[in-house]
């Protein structure tokens, strides 16, 4: 079984930053993209940013500029720098993780419990 953890949600007043982080753990497993998604009440749980394992980025345009997506493989972790925070980013944020295991043979989206994040004055 694989777990992702998610840690550094907040409040943070407008144009502030933080950095959200999100470790992967178990055993007999490998990962293949890494992403962060973002859901807000009674709307969709929309793409943020993704990051392969080769290190290749796409973002949404809502954060392009703002956002940077990272990941330290030897850890099993990625992270998400957020800067020039708006209140529009008010958020829970969730880990995605493409994982193969050993146990199953085969690939599987993975996701975080969830971290909030508030943006406001």
């Known amino acids: 079984q694989v777990q992702l953890v998610e840690s550094g949600g907040g409040l943070v007043q407008p144009g502030g930053s933080l950095r959200l982080s999100c470790a992967a753990s178990?055993?007999?497993?490998?990962?293949?993209?890494m992403g962060w998604y973002r859901q807000v009440p009674g709307k969709q749980r929309e793409l943020v940013a993704k990051?392969?394992?080769?290190?290749?980025?796409n973002y949404a345009d809502s954060v392009k500029g703002r956002f940077t997506i990272s990941r330290d493989n030897a850890k099993n972790t990625v992270y998400l720098q957020m800067n020039s925070l708006k209140p529009e980013d008010t958020a829970v944020y969730y880990c995605?993780?493409?994982?193969?295991?050993?146990?199953?043979?085969?690939?599987?989206?993975?996701w975080g419990q969830g971290t909030q994040v508030t943006v406001s004055s």
């Open positions: 178990g055993s007999a497993f490998s990962i293949n993209d």
């Open positions: 995605n993780a493409d994982v193969w295991t050993r146990a199953s043979m085969r690939r599987s989206p993975y």
């Open positions: 990051i392969t394992n080769g290190g290749s980025t």
